[in-house]
Every structure is written in C-alpha cells, then in structure tokens.
C-alpha cells in the first residue's frame, strides 16, 4: 500500500538535522553551565530553568525575524550574547562576572550534550546516508559542539553558509544544492514539526523525531500529529532501524 | 631559540587543508576511472595518464582565472564536465559512450583514493585540532570523496560556501571567521608552495607536506625551499608528531 503524500524513501542520499532540540539536549546543558558560573560568582541558587528558557526564547524570537529578513544579519553566537547580557544584569551576575567568564558561558551553546542515543543513532545513519546538519546555530558552534558531543557529521551547514535561516526556503533548497542532490533525494530529520512543514514544502522527504523532554520533565511535549509526514521515530536508533541502517 | 618569520603554534586551534594533490592521490585514481571507463567502451589502451594531466589542466586553469574574479562562476563538477566533454571527443570515446557513464566519469573525482597516511594521519590531528577542508572542489564532491576515502573531516569549506577561489584572500580569510578564529589560529596544510604563501600573507601559520609522486613517478615533485613555512613534514603522520598529537 503506497500513501499518495508520502515520498519514495529509496531516492534519499542525505539526511539533514535539525540540531537544538532534535540532536542535543540543550536546556539541561545550559541549565547545569549556568548553575556553575552562578555558584563560581557567589550565587549557588536560582531559577536556571527560567534563565535557560528565557535565553532560548530570544533565539527563537531572533531567528524567526531572520527567516522573514527582519533585522540585521548576525549568527546565533551574538543573538546568545546579547540576551545573555540582558539575563546577567537581570540576575545580578553582570558586574561579578569578567568579559573572559561571559564569552565561556556564552559558549555554552558550544558544549550542549547530545540525547543518548545520538552519537550511536548518527553513526548507525552515516553507515547509509550522508548526515549533515541544517541548524540555525552558526558553522563554528556546530563543529565546536560536534566534537564536544561525538556527532560524526559529514557536512556541517549553517546561516554562514546557507545565507538564511530556517525555516525560509532557502535553507531547504541551498542544503540540498550543496550536497549536489535533488530536494526529494534529501530528508529533513527534526523534533519540530514547523520545520519539518516547511522543508516539505521544498519537496524533501520527512523524519519527526519525538523528543519529550526538550523542554524539561514539567513540560513534556506531546506527541504532535505526524500523520503527514514520511517517518515518525522515537529516537535516532529506531529512525535507523526504520531506514534500513545496520 | 625563536624564529621571527615563524608563527606561535601555541595559538593554532585549527588545521585547514588542500585536498587535491595534498589528501589525495588524484593522478593515479583518474587513470584508473579513465582507463576502466574506456575498456568498458572498446578502448582498451591509450596514454590515461596524459589524459588525467590535460584534465587536471583544465581545472588548473579554470580555478586560476575564477580566483581573479574572471570568467562566469561555476563549481569544479562543472569544469571538470568541460574540459571530459572535449578529451572525450578527442581520445574517440565521445560517441560510444551514453550520457549516464559521462556523469558517473565526471564524478571519478568524488571518488579519489587518499594517501595511505591520510585516514590514519587525519585521526591523529583531529584528536587535538578541529580539520577542515580548504579545497576549490564543491561541496558534494568533497563529501562524497570523504565517505568514499575515509577522511574524517569535522568540517567541508569549499567555494560555494566561501563565495572564493584559492588563492584568493577571501578564502583564507573567510575560512578562519567560519571556524570563529582569528588568522594565527588556523594553519593551512598544503603540498604546494603558492597556496601556503597567500595562506601566510592572511596571517596563518603553515605546514607543508610533501608529496613527491603528485605528478606520477616520471616527474616525482623535487622538495621545494620550505624555510619560510612553520613546518615542513613527509606525510600526516610526521605533522601530527611534529604537533605533538598522540
């Protein structure tokens, strides 16, 4: 029985991530680096969970005016600094902390921790697929990360690269053109469903990837309806064995 | 006993490399895909090697010019198309051969076989460096040629990320700001002399590797003055020790 929306998985070459959220647990890394630049400055208690989020909000927020070209272009490392300068001030850590302790906790989003099963899961993927990131994180943040986390990618690719962020077209079809590959021959793998919409609608095929806890055990993130797209994982050992990967 | 010409190694953070000549072993892999191609098409001999050379001209040239800003932009898979549609033509294959086999021979350089030290030599360096491409081959060919030969990049930087050429500038340049470095992080590694000159005149430091049989045994490539590079080194392995990796 063939779905008339779904796509001939056996033309994919590349599988494409997304990578906060999807590839690494983000919150719990940053909530453990600034629980220990607050206690290295004097203050051993807080509402990290908060600051976290608050820090991730204005990525969000930032990213999104960029995908619509609102704002002046800049990558994800000066849109982390310039919330985090906000955050520091509003926490009472600003004057505590030197310029050398900000730029090592902003850089935080360089050392994020991987989901378990994400070095084993990519590798079994590499093993058939060229894997490569589409993140909105920039080029330098992604490869610092990767080899903080044991990511094997391929390709790394970002808004330097792309000239774009997620989810305009663009990202979707320069992801693809850079891989020398049609847009059905690429997959978009990701934990949220906009961005796997938006890449269906450049014509790549779709993995969702259910990630409950990227936003922390009180708010577990429900299984969306994924009924439109081609795959839908548990994690990226069960995308794996789904694909066909050894 | 400190040489002021001499870079402080200390700083380097990142390792970029020429692949062509540098990684790999393209001469002999070329006149094997030519060779095998010609067989399957009723033309068991001919002089493959001057047939990889005049290829590898064509690129030669090509890149020199797009370097400079001269001529229309396009990628290596398409200069390489160029100038295999006219050898094709010339050698008597042109005709017997479908447009399917021209592509797949176009893409003999996405599958070159590395020096035996570069898998092993690559690992070595990357446990204490990030390394990356530096090449004028396109992305897909240079991920493709990763997976096929075994090169563990943690990132591919090519022109249609850079928007440049080698040796312009702009790659040297652009390379670094990718990675977030400044210049004297990053060393360029490479086999031939003019790519290290207009890496350090960016202000990276550099390595030289030599690889005599570039050119084929009939014309081993002599060792050149290398006294105004950071290192000079006989393979991969030699400029891991020489970096002190393990």
Redesign the interface.
């Known amino acids: 029985m063939t779905d008339a929306r779904k796509n001939d998985l056996s033309k994919v070459k590349a599988l494409i991530f997304d990578v906060f959220g999807t590839v690494v647990n983000w919150r719990d890394s940053i909530i453990a680096e600034v629980a220990g630049a607050a206690a290295d400055h004097g203050m051993p208690e807080g509402d990290w969970g908060r600051f976290a989020d608050e820090w991730r909000a204005w990525y969000g927020k930032s990213t999104r005016e960029l995908s619509r070209d609102e704002g002046p272009w800049r990558l994800v ?1 000066e849109i982390h600094r310039e919330k985090l300068d906000v955050l520091l001030e509003e926490y009472g850590l600003a004057d505590a902390m030197t310029e050398e302790a900000k730029q090592h906790l902003n850089r935080a989003w360089h050392r994020l921790d991987g989901w378990p099963d994400s070095p084993s899961g990519l590798r079994r993927l590499k093993s058939k697929y ?1 894997i ?1 990131t589409a993140s909105n994180g ?4 992604l ?2 990360m ?2 903080h986390a044991d990511l ?1 990618w ?3 690719m970002s808004p ?2 792309y000239g774009a962020y997620k989810p305009s077209p663009k990202v979707y079809q320069n992801a693809s053109k ?4 049609k847009t059905d021959q690429v997959m978009m793998v990701a934990a949220h469903t906009g961005d796997l919409e938006a890449s269906a609608r450049e014509g790549l095929a779709t993995a969702f990837v259910h990630r409950p806890m990227e936003h922390g055990p009180e708010k577990p993130v429900e299984m969306p309806d994924t009924s439109a797209f081609d795959i839908t994982a548990t994690d990226f050992n069960d995308l794996a064995d789904q694909l066909g990967c050894d």
């Open positions: 490392d060229i490569a920039n080029l330098a943040l490869v610092n990767a080899k094997p391929d390709a790394v330097d690269v850079l891989l020398g590959l």
